[in-house]
């Protein structure tokens, strides 16, 4: 007969829970790739659409040309675009088919939090988000090296490319946390989309904005550290600004805050989601 | 924080309101290790409600369930690590990923090792014969397939507490029996405590020590099988006879009814009087006629179950 062992927590040390702690926070990065592995068809189709659609805006802002400035101002802001689109969507729509398949409570029957396992999802959305937009970018790069686009690279740039993802992986968390109370958030997440797209600098910078409208801009995600990365790599009058300028004038500063807040705006609003929905037994199919 | 006691699940006082809906009104139960609870109910009775809160699944509006003597509420990482759950309605595993990495999944989701997880893992998909499609998307199983890798998936972890909400329901005949057989050999050979809940109650006459019966959120009844059935025995008799005969006709006009097949005569009596059976017996002997047996009629569990629900 089985008999009611003492479970395995309560005899580990704090080390052993920790180390229990990463490997199943490993799981569950693990699970989430594989389970977009499985998806990776329509990935593909995804990365088609994503690379057309810029340069279709490209060619349209361009009055039927492509304006090689713009390609190098905007390459950040779009690459941010796509990473976001991907981390939201894969999040925001993994969520969903979890609750409605039934796996999200399944995994809940863990000793790891649900908001560690969720950050394990976002870890898995993230690599792949971040995954797809190297691509792009590798085939943008090729793209701008045949039409003269100038951008320089200094290991700098990967401050605020790393502020830049934790922001969007804040605002994954804080859209995934919220696609388990509220109906509508798919659509409500493809509007979302499409104003990052249009006011992150990923077609426009946002210099060129009206200011009221600049103002706006840098409340959105991603758009504070695009506009430090367009700064370090895409040259104005042959010339790129360095980290110390970027930090001086506020933008990194107040990018690190935005990201700060939407990290901590996210886990919140998780855990404040999974509570909710476990008061209410809406986790489940 | 942590209360240990003897009961495998104990449930106090358990209740659950959705707004003006009461969906589980004060249930109490203690469910000692090894024992086979059915929590039957019609649907819409509260069961899946009751059993998402044991998982810690529901939050109770008031009411404590403990797992093992984890209080889900207090200590709910020790007391999920003691339940595996096939959860009524749901896939409960990732249709997407293979069987093999389903069951490494669910596995390590319990905290265990991939080396603690492999053997298992192995002896599952073989026991239920599902080894060599191992490395196929669970996608592409049959429904029956399917239920048998979230049933795995739910044991994977070795959990002494399994919660089976419908596990048979939407299977066909073979794929309801090979999952009926597991769950009769994780009670009688693994010792596990199940509670199970089911629309077919043949099965859980067959597998339940002890059936809980929930109607409008409450337990209306909660008694070992055997007692249940005994206490829900009709008080009337049958009387078999060989053959049908004047006497059947004259004497039971309208409750006689010839057996097909052997001829056989069964007489049924509005009476549990032992008196009026042995007049009964008189008659027929008088006649010559051979009696077969005499019967008190036992009802099965369903029969229970529908008088139960109707309330009465």
Known sequence: ?285 | MMQRSAAAIELCGLTKRFGDLTAVDDVSLRVPPGQVLAFLGPNGAGKTTAIKMMAGLVTPTSGTASLGGYDIGAARSQAVQQIGAVLEGSRNVYWTLTAWQNLLYFGRLKGLHGAEIKPRAEQLLRDLDLWERRDESVGGFSRGMQQKVAVAAALVSDPPIVLLDEPTIGLDVEAARTVREWITRLARDEGKTIVLTTHQLAMAEELADRVAVIREGRIIIDLPTDQLLERYVEDRFEVHVASWHDVVSRVFPTRAVEQPGNGHVTIQLPTNDQDDLHKVLDVLYEDSLPVIGVNRIRPSLEDVFVQLVKGE
């Open chain 1, 1 to 285: 007969m089985t008999t009611l062992a003492p479970p395995q927590a309560e005899l580990a040390s704090a080390a052993e829970r920790a180390g229990a702690g990463l490997r199943m926070l490993g799981n569950e990065i693990a699970k989430a790739l594989q389970v977009m592995w499985a998806h990776k068809t329509p990935l593909v189709l995804e990365l088609f659409m994503a690379s057309a659609t810029y340069w279709a805006l490209m060619l349209f802002i361009g009055g039927g040309r492509f304006v090689t400035e713009l390609l190098g101002m905007t390459l950040a802001g779009y690459l941010a675009y796509v990473v976001s689109y991907f981390a939201l969507l894969r999040i925001v729509s993994g969520v969903l088919e979890e609750m409605f398949t039934g796996t999200l409570e399944q995994s809940l029957l863990s000793p790891l939090r649900p908001w560690v396992q969720s950050v394990g999802r976002l870890i898995g959305s993230m690599i792949e988000s971040v995954a797809v937009a190297a691509a792009v970018g590798a085939a943008f790069l090729g793209a701008f090296a045949g039409l003269g686009v100038e951008l320089t690279f200094q290991w700098s740039v990967l401050v605020p490319i790393l502020v830049t993802l934790a922001d969007v992986a804040g605002f994954a968390m804080l859209l995934g946390g919220l696609a388990l109370v509220v109906n509508s958030i798919g659509a409500i997440v493809h509007v979302i989309q499409g104003f990052l797209m249009f006011l992150n600098g990923a077609l426009i910078p946002i210099f060129a904005f009206p200011g009221w409208l600049e103002l706006v801009a840098k409340l959105v995600p991603t758009t504070l550290g695009v506009d430090a990365i367009r700064r370090l790599t895409a040259p104005v009058d042959g010339t790129v600004e360095s980290l110390g300028d970027v930090w001086a004038d506020g933008t990194l500063p107040w990018a690190l805050v935005h990201a700060a807040i939407l990290l901590v705006l996210g886990w919140a609003i998780y855990q404040a989601a999974i509570r909710r929905g476990l008061r209410d037994g809406r986790l489940g199919a």
